[in-house]
């Protein structure tokens, strides 16, 4: 909070859910911070929203003040290098056929050889939601009810963007936050992606941690950390250009993509499964 209210000069507006259980000492840790960071736009909801209501509420409103939004988690770390690289491609206004762009991927610093590699944005089909932007037009007609909307149509959608192999698993996804809307708003995302036909744009490295694995406080990040998720974020922002599509280093990227968080390779979700029923 300190650093990205010293070197962020974009306005920084924090929105607090209220507590499923009441807690004093939190409440009061929250109100200790206002009064050191008077600059940052607190918003404090008056009852619990959970995590998917809530995001889709603060986003809106901040689409009445402002054209573009970066979202950063409570439990995200980002270098403000990297927050700046996202508010560049915001002022340069994404390609038409880029929904988001967030830092997150699989592939950790490989150190010395970070500068080598050249730390390109790149596309890929899956949304990433541990540090992201989005501009005003762009989200309008995301809704958490979106996988409702198109389940009727929603295997036709998935096997002609992503491929039969893969249909079951997002079938099964999608279908889950159709009856259960507001259990997650990421996988809505996604398809999102898909129907408005556009890509979201990662990172060739990541520049985003997520460091709250194995926390009951958590949501959706109560287990351990994952044994792909290995290795820590780079220092070296992301930068423009996009990489070509027809990248062979695009395609690897996605793969992985597919391989480790997105988890939707068939012999993954099968080796997962024999695990679980051992």
């Not at 979201?200 to 792909?228: K, M, Q, S, Y």
């Amino acid at each position: 909070m300190a650093t990205l209210a010293q070197k962020v000069n974009s306005p920084l507006i924090v929105s607090v859910d209220a507590l499923r259980i009441p807690d004093d000492t939190l409440t009061n840790q929250f109100l200790h911070l206002r009064a050191i960071y008077p600059k940052v736009e607190w918003c404090f909801r008056k009852e619990n929203l959970g995590i998917a209501r809530h995001m889709f509420i603060a986003i809106t409103e901040i689409f009445e003040k402002f054209d573009n939004c970066v979202i950063i988690e409570d439990d995200v770390v980002v270098a403000p290098s990297s927050i700046k690289a996202l508010e560049q491609v915001l002022a340069d206004r994404f390609p038409s056929n880029v929904l988001t762009a967030g830092l997150f991927g699989f592939l950790p610093s490989l150190g010395v050889l970070d500068r080598m590699i050249r730390n390109n944005w790149r596309e890929t089909k899956y949304f990433s939601a541990w540090g992201w932007a989005i501009q005003k037009e762009d989200w309008k007609g995301f809704s958490l009810d979106l996988a409702k909307q198109y389940s009727n149509s929603l295997g036709e959608i998935i096997e002609a963007k992503v491929g039969s192999k893969k249909l079951p698993i997002w079938h099964r996804r999608l279908m889950k936050v159709a009856t259960l809307p507001e259990s997650t708003w990421d996988f809505q995302m996604f398809l999102f992606g898909l129907v408005q036909n556009k890509v979201h744009i990662l990172p060739r490295i990541r520049v985003a941690e997520n460091l709250g694995f194995a926390d009951e406080r958590a949501t959706n990040t109560l287990t351990r950390r994952p044994r792909w998720y290995v290795g820590r974020a780079s220092s070296l922002p992301p930068r423009l250009p996009v990489t070509s599509p027809n990248s062979k280093v695009v395609r690897v990227l996605e793969f992985l993509d597919s391989a480790t968080w997105a988890s939707d390779l068939p012999l993954i979700q099968k080796l997962r499964h024999r695990k679980r029923t051992r």
